[in-house]
């Protein structure tokens, strides 16, 4: 298929998290991402995860674009210096432009809102929208309550086999790299378009 990966939406909170990992393992993810030339789509806000993969990527040289609301960015997160922030006029909008302007996702430990965009794109590919890769970055062992969560809709009828989205798992940042930057095999993967 030979698809090359050029632009990432990442998702995460706008929270910090009580582990130091999270925000270690996001300033890696806005570095490598800069370092190997791969466009961060991210929500915009200056604060928490947010705001560390989105500085760290700025800091290495990296491409940066940020999606946000006028209430997000006027109550809870307003932008980083240096960056272009398009404004949309609600979460739906700007799910969508994320998703437009992305080749892959990249979902880092985050809360309600994390959760609800990556659903989203799950929901996108098991209706059959949408072939681009999910990487979901397992720090600290942070997403493998949604594994079992996974599973468990699977095993009573709900969902499909987890195997037949295209989602991966990664526990670290140079893994996560590394597999953007083997992107082919992930596309070859999908079944949805």
Request: hydrophobic letters at 40%; a negative charge; glycine letters at 10%.
């Given at each position: 298929m030979n698809k090359k990966i050029k632009s990432v939406a990442v998702y995460c909170g706008h929270q910090s998290g009580n582990n130091p990992?999270?925000?270690?393992?996001?300033?890696?993810?806005?570095?490598?991402?800069?370092?190997?030339?791969?466009?961060?789509?991210?929500?915009?806000?200056?604060?928490?995860?947010?705001?560390?993969?989105?500085?760290?990527?700025?800091?290495?040289?990296?491409?940066?674009?940020?999606?946000?609301?006028?209430?997000?960015?006027?109550?809870?997160?307003?932008?980083?210096?240096?960056?272009?922030?398009?404004?949309?006029?609600?979460?739906?909008?700007?799910?969508?432009?994320?998703?437009?302007?992305?080749?892959?996702?990249?979902?880092?430990?985050?809360?309600?809102?994390?959760?609800?965009?990556?659903t989203d794109i799950m929901t996108k590919q098991q209706v059959g929208e949408s072939c681009k890769p999910i990487f979901m970055m397992n720090t600290a062992k942070y997403w493998e309550f949604f594994g079992a969560v996974m599973t468990h809709m699977q095993d009573e009828g709900f969902i499909p086999h987890p195997e037949d989205y295209n989602i991966h798992i990664v526990n670290s940042p140079e893994e996560l790299i590394k597999d953007l930057n083997d992107s082919d095999r992930f596309f070859a993967k999908c079944k949805a378009i």
């Amino acid at each position: 298929m030979n698809k090359k990966i050029k632009s990432v939406a990442v998702y995460c909170g706008h929270q910090s998290g009580n582990n130091p990992e999270y925000i270690r393992d996001a300033k890696k993810v806005g570095e490598l991402l800069a370092r190997n030339k791969m466009t961060l789509v991210f929500g915009g806000g200056n604060v928490g995860l947010m705001g560390a993969v989105a500085s760290a990527a700025l800091e290495n040289g990296g491409e940066v674009i940020g999606i946000s609301t006028t209430h997000v960015l006027s109550l809870q997160e307003p932008a980083i210096d240096g960056i272009q922030v398009k404004v949309v006029d609600g979460l739906s909008t700007r799910k969508q432009e994320m998703y437009d302007l992305s080749d892959a996702f990249v979902i880092l430990p985050g809360g309600m809102g994390t959760l609800d965009e990556f659903t989203d794109i799950m929901t996108k590919q098991q209706v059959g929208e949408s072939c681009k890769p999910i990487f979901m970055m397992n720090t600290a062992k942070y997403w493998e309550f949604f594994g079992a969560v996974m599973t468990h809709m699977q095993d009573e009828g709900f969902i499909p086999h987890p195997e037949d989205y295209n989602i991966h798992i990664v526990n670290s940042p140079e893994e996560l790299i590394k597999d953007l930057n083997d992107s082919d095999r992930f596309f070859a993967k999908c079944k949805a378009i």
